[in-house]
């Protein structure tokens, strides 16, 4: 039998072993991300933008619970991770720059093309760096709480702010400057600027506070249902500026760490030379027998 015999029974039970269907739940939330994504781009092109910015925010929600799901469900996968990744270059960085330029950049012809292509090939290297640098040993114990650059999701919302200042019958920006906006949060997402990513903050609510916690998310809710383009304006500003906050925390942090390694003793004190060591005494009192060393 040959390692490609696949009509042999054995190997096919471990080619085709079941899948829990706790590995399937946050691909198909992530899948079902990737279809509003896809489902913007269109509305956008028939010129539908309201109900666009709606299937955006809506894969913004939906890549906010997938990874929490699959954790706490115990569904993680390479395949999940990759599929994640995937999805978030479709729906944060393709799907809202060809929004922008269907809705203004399109009147600036190719400089316009190319602040929404800039966006896009922003997005896909903002998310190769997260994932080359997850698995970095030389990473502080601090840095977990930061993301490298704004992320995906944020950086999708905020893009967007021109349209929603636009439904806020505030009037239309110049195409110049959306197109330079656009380019300004491309850069922000690929630059090396320390975001606060929330991960430091605990999950676990107090029993006491369940139900001011369901009813402040009902009300967030129904906010933002009620006056979309107020809260999503409201929130890119805000969070936009406080960048600087999660810079100067980062900065404090790494201060704090190099001051504690600093303080603290590095590695043990040689011995003295007028005592000798174990090894000598044992290289001593027996003669090396081993073969050399093959070279």
């Known amino acids: 039998m040959t390692p490609y015999d696949y009509k ?34 269109r509305l956008s092109i028939e010129g539908r933008m309201t109900l666009a910015v709606y299937a955006i925010v809506f894969a913004a929600a939906l890549d906010g619970i997938d990874g929490r799901i699959a954790r706490l469900i115990k569904g993680q996968s390479k395949f999940g991770a990759e599929l994640d990744s995937l999805a ?15 809705w203004q950049l399109h009147e600036l012809r190719n400089a316009g093309w190319i602040a929404a292509m800039v966006f896009a090939i922003s997005m896909s290297l903002r998310l190769a760096r997260f994932n080359a640098s997850i698995d970095d040993p030389n990473k502080p114990a601090f840095a977990s709480n930061f993301f490298t650059g704004v992320p995906a999701p944020a950086g999708a919302i905020t893009v967007l702010l021109p349209i929603y200042t636009a439904f806020l019958d505030l009037g239309r920006w110049p195409a110049a400057v959306t197109a330079a906006y656009t380019l300004l949060i491309a850069f ?19 029993p006491e506070l369940v139900l001011p916690v369901f009813v402040g998310v009902i009300f967030f809710i129904a906010l933002l249902i009620s ?36 303080a603290s003793p590095v590695g043990v004190a040689p011995a003295s030379a007028s005592t000798p060591s174990l090894t000598a005494n044992l290289s001593e009192a027996a003669p090396d027998d081993r073969p050399e060393r093959l070279h």
């Open 227 to 262: 006056y979309p383009w107020y809260i999503l304006s409201a929130g890119s500003v805000l969070y936009l500026l406080s960048l600087p906050l999660g810079w100067k925390s980062y900065r404090d942090q790494a201060r704090a760490a190099q001051a504690a390694g600093a």
């Open 188 to 206: 922000l997402m690929v630059s090396r600027l320390p975001v606060f990513s929330g991960k430091s903050i605990r999950m676990r609510v107090p």
């Open 88 to 102: 978030d270059f479709v729906n944060f960085g393709v799907a809202p720059g060809l929004m922008l330029y269907f």
């Open 8 to 41: 042999d029974p054995d190997v096919r039970r471990r080619r085709f072993r079941p899948i829990p269907v706790r590995m399937l739940v946050p691909n198909f939330i992530t899948l079902l991300a990737i279809c509003a994504g896809l489902t913007a781009i």
